[in-house]
């Protein structure tokens, strides 16, 4: 498996509060990216980095926010949280293209707001 | 941006028959599908892919069809096993920006 790792594994947490969760890796893959899973829709894209301090927005990146200050860890924050983001998030990582376009997941972390 | 499509959601089949699932996609850009496995729990993970320069890829049971001209791709699971039972995503990478879309899944299940 890729080294990739998610914190925590589960959270549960209030509506109006801020949430932060973490991606890890050990690659030093170039991209990674902050998916969330809902049934019905897939996996959607809501914020990726190119490098460090180097970010974008996806398809869903509304009441979302990111940071990469190291290539190794990519920061998914919650600014404050709402019921319609409970969900599973998934973090993974690709390498610069060409050989190198795999993308890889972590085990995913499954937020609940209440 | 890109727009996935695939189909069919859920796929029920009797062990040792194939299952094929399909995908469309929008962009003409986009160069490279992989498709992902997932089992209850447990994050996607990269069973298969193809690049736009290749129409088949074979990998033992497993294998992926690109038709770049309808935009088409397929993976066809042959003499499948209850351990094939999961969740399969399909998606599109353009490149420009390395981003990956990804269809809505699909849900096959293997009856012993």
């Known amino acids: 498996d890729a080294g990739i790792t998610q914190s925590p594994r589960h959270k549960v947490t209030e509506t109006g509060t801020p949430v932060t969760l973490r991606c890890h890796q050990t690659?030093?893959?170039?991209?990674m990216y902050w998916y969330r899973q809902d049934p019905g829709h897939g996996l959607r894209l809501i914020h990726y980095?190119?490098?460090?301090?180097?970010?974008d927005k996806g398809e869903v990146s509304d009441g979302y926010s990111v940071s990469r200050s190291k290539t190794e860890d990519f920061l998914l924050t919650l600014e404050s949280a709402t019921s319609s983001q409970t969900s599973v998030y998934f973090c993974a990582i690709s390498g610069d293209g060409g050989s190198y376009t795999e993308a890889f997941f972590g085990q995913g972390t499954r937020l609940t707001v209440v | 941006g890109e727009n996935v499509e695939q189909h069919p959601s859920t796929l029920s089949v009797q062990e040792g028959d194939s299952a094929v699932i399909k995908c469309t996609y929008s962009d003409s850009a986009s160069n490279y599908f992989p498709w992902y496995k997932q089992e209850l729990g447990k994050g996607p993970q990269l069973i298969i892919d193809i690049r736009s320069n290749v129409g088949e890829k074979k990998d033992q049971r497993i294998a992926v069809t690109l038709n770049k001209t309808a935009k088409h791709f397929s993976l066809h699971i042959t003499e499948t096993q209850p351990e094939d039972s999961a969740v399969y995503f399909c998606a599109a990478n353009a490149n420009t920006g390395n981003q990956f879309y990804f269809g809505t899944g699909t849900s096959l299940t293997v009856i012993p």
């Open positions: 980095s190119y490098g460090v301090k180097d970010t």
């Open positions: 690659e030093n893959h170039r991209y």
